[in-house]
């Protein structure tokens, strides 16, 4: 038994994972932990993903310690309700957390001491071990020197052959992880007697936390559109240089008659036959004789031999074709029209291969850029890509906003997804409608996993405070394995604002990350954040170079009181004035469940934490949601 490797086998318990296996992430750093930190003791013979029941899960177990064949190490993570632990016939079987990054950390804690253990549960006699002292003990478990201990405190794995297990290590097992990145949400298993009192998350000043949302959103990604009206609200991701001049022919700026002058040829004043017409249709035209003239019209080509055009109203008729219906012959009343005059040559505009727009530019909607890139003959342009956005309402009480019939007692409709939505759309993102997730943790992982298939940036509301049924974030710690970067905000409203980071494995099986905004249920608190960390992040990852809100100073046109202890982002109307100052009027009561307060808001005024008030006519920071009225 000592000479041979253990056998482990690990169990996946998820019913999303039996689903799609590719959505598994403990199982594959779990067999790491075993083949890095086991010393060479282990081989994992089997990897099981079964749902979350259990009876499938007994049966699975079962089957690996009964009989000759058995298995010295079972591992079970995840699931929900059942646990499995302890010792079955020869059989050693551990739970771990759920979370993949929480069962990595415990399962290398214990994993020293684990060969011993099974050494015992599989009957080698334990009296030969111990007789050598705590040193034979530790070198058996690898483990190394232990620290000094009293007599009473040897600690060693006793695996009797019953269904129970008692673990004692040698030593206290090492952390290999830091403090910052163990998980700290609420446990959901634990029940809400266990629950944190108050918010286990340092609070973060906004400013701190709009930098730990750059630090952890991804440089824009390059790629190809095609140059339509869909392009506007990308930005450029290179120079952009001229196929061709513009114009490319030289062409008329006027209506009127090309002729031919220059030094040495007839004056320009006199009575001339009208051989041709030019209009600006493509086509042939034939060319011009010293002598003759040709009428044209504005932003047609000169045809060949013309020199110079003459305005039509430098001009008038003298004869006519029989039918009446064309110029003959036209008398031109000045002589001064010189070579090159109301003609725009070759190039003039624009010279091909010139550079036309720079990379980091936007393509707006005022039509400027894209119609610039279409006069040069562009067909595509490298721009940097946009993330499509997810939105998740979350919450028992929530119902869609248009479901017939009166409310029964406790129920809410849906205002801040159709709201966040529609900002989104306004920014000029693609949006994924992602409805509304229940408080059920298992349902709440499966809608995470289903939106991070549809949307790359993921927008929740509700579920993130202190309740007993706020899952957010412990899901996205413990079943997701994603990493919280900040789950509290000081700021008035949108305290417990929070964002995370998820790995994620894409269909093709690679490697890949999730951004998910979990904001809180309150309509006001849901909005302003939306505004506040959601959009400078979806233009920094759109390649925008100044990311945030556009910040304004406005004049209060009534006092408005401060909070002592929290930055508040105060909703108010900015309208412009006739003298061009930009004025700021309160929506009303700022509660941050008072849908009302958004009502024509387009401005946050900044207020610092303090005590008193900011008074009529004082001048304070704004940041703009939306476009400016004049009276």
Not at 93 to 110: D, F, H
Not at 366 to 374: I, M
Not at 423 to 438: N, Q, S, T
Not at 534 to 558: C, D, I, K, Q, Y
């Amino acid at each position: 038994m000592s000479h041979q490797k253990l056998r482990v086998a690990i169990l996946i318990v998820s019913d999303t994972a039996h689903k799609d296996p590719s959505t598994d992430k403990a199982g594959p750093l779990l067999t790491n932990v075993f083949a890095e930190d086991g010393g060479d003791h282990w081989i994992v013979n089997e990897q099981q993903i079964v749902p979350d029941d259990v009876l499938t899960i007994q049966r699975q177990v079962i089957g690996w310690c009964d009989g000759n064949d058995y298995i010295n190490v079972v591992i079970t993570t995840g699931g929900t309700g059942f646990t499995v632990a302890g010792v079955r016939n020869k059989t050693i079987i551990i739970t771990l957390p759920g979370s993949p990054k929480g069962a990595q950390e415990n399962l290398r804690s214990v994993l020293k001491q684990l060969p011993h253990a099974c050494r015992q549960a599989a009957g080698e006699d334990s009296r030969a071990a111990h007789a050598g002292g705590v040193e034979t003990l530790e070198k058996l478990a690898g483990i190394g020197k232990a620290m000094p201990s009293t007599s009473h405190s040897h600690q060693h794995a006793h695996a009797h052959a019953r269904h129970q297990f008692h673990y004692h290590g040698h030593t206290s097992p090492q952390a290999h992880t830091n403090p910052s990145e163990r998980l700290i949400s609420n446990d959901p298993n634990s029940g809400p007697a266990r629950r944190h009192r108050e918010s286990p998350y340092p609070k973060k000043f906004v400013d701190e936390a709009l930098r730990l949302i750059i630090k952890n959103t991804p440089s824009p990604k390059p790629i190809r559109h095609t140059v339509n009206g869909n392009l506007v609200g990308h930005v450029l991701g290179e120079d952009v240089q001229a196929d061709e001049p513009v114009p490319a022919f030289r062409a008329s700026i006027v209506d009127g008659y090309a002729v031919i002058v220059g030094k040495d040829l007839p004056s320009s004043r006199g009575t001339f036959p009208v051989v041709s017409v030019s209009h600006a249709t493509p086509g042939e035209i034939p060319p011009l004789k010293v002598g003759q003239i040709a009428r044209i019209t504005t932003g047609a080509p000169l045809p060949p031999g013309a020199t110079s055009v003459v305005m039509v109203e430098d001009t008038v008729v003298r004869a006519r074709t029989e039918d009446g219906q064309e110029e003959k012959e036209v008398e031109i009343f000045t002589a001064t029209i010189k070579p090159g005059e109301n003609v725009r040559e070759v190039g003039s505009d624009v010279q091909a291969g010139e550079t036309i727009l720079r990379k980091g530019e936007e393509i707006t909607a005022t039509g400027g850029e894209l119609g610039f890139l279409a006069s040069v003959g562009k067909k595509d342009v490298l721009v940097c890509g946009k993330p499509v956005v997810g939105v998740l309402s979350t919450g028992d009480e929530i119902i869609q906003h248009d479901r017939p019939g009166p409310l029964r007692l406790g129920e809410v409709r849906d205002t801040n997804r159709p709201t966040i939505m529609a900002a989104v759309r306004g920014w000029g993102f693609a949006v994924v409608d992602l409805g509304i997730a229940k408080d059920k943790q298992i349902s709440l992982e499966q809608s995470l996993r289903d939106a991070m298939r549809s949307a790359s940036v993921i927008i929740t509301t509700g579920g993130v405070s202190m309740g007993e049924l706020d899952l957010l974030k412990p899901t996205i710690e413990r079943s997701l394995g994603g990493t919280i970067h900040f789950g509290r905000v000081s700021m008035k409203p949108g305290k417990p604002t929070t964002f995370a980071t998820v790995p994620f494995k894409t269909n093709t099986g690679a490697d890949g990350t999730r951004w998910i905004f979990s904001l809180p249920g309150n309509p006001a608190s849901a909005i302003v954040t939306s505004h506040l960390f959601v959009l400078p992040a979806l233009r920094g990852m759109s390649g925008f170079g100044n990311v945030g809100m556009e910040r304004v100073v406005v004049t209060l046109e009534h006092d408005v009181a401060l909070d002592p202890e929290r930055s508040e982002y105060h909703r108010v109307v900015v309208t412009a004035g006739r003298d061009g100052t930009l004025k700021a009027t309160s929506t009303g009561g700022q509660r941050s469940s008072r849908v009302g307060s958004l009502k024509s808001a387009n401005g946050l005024l900044c207020l610092p934490a303090r005590e008193g008030k900011v008074g009529k006519g004082e001048k304070v920071e704004a940041l703009l949601m939306g476009r400016v009225v004049g009276f």
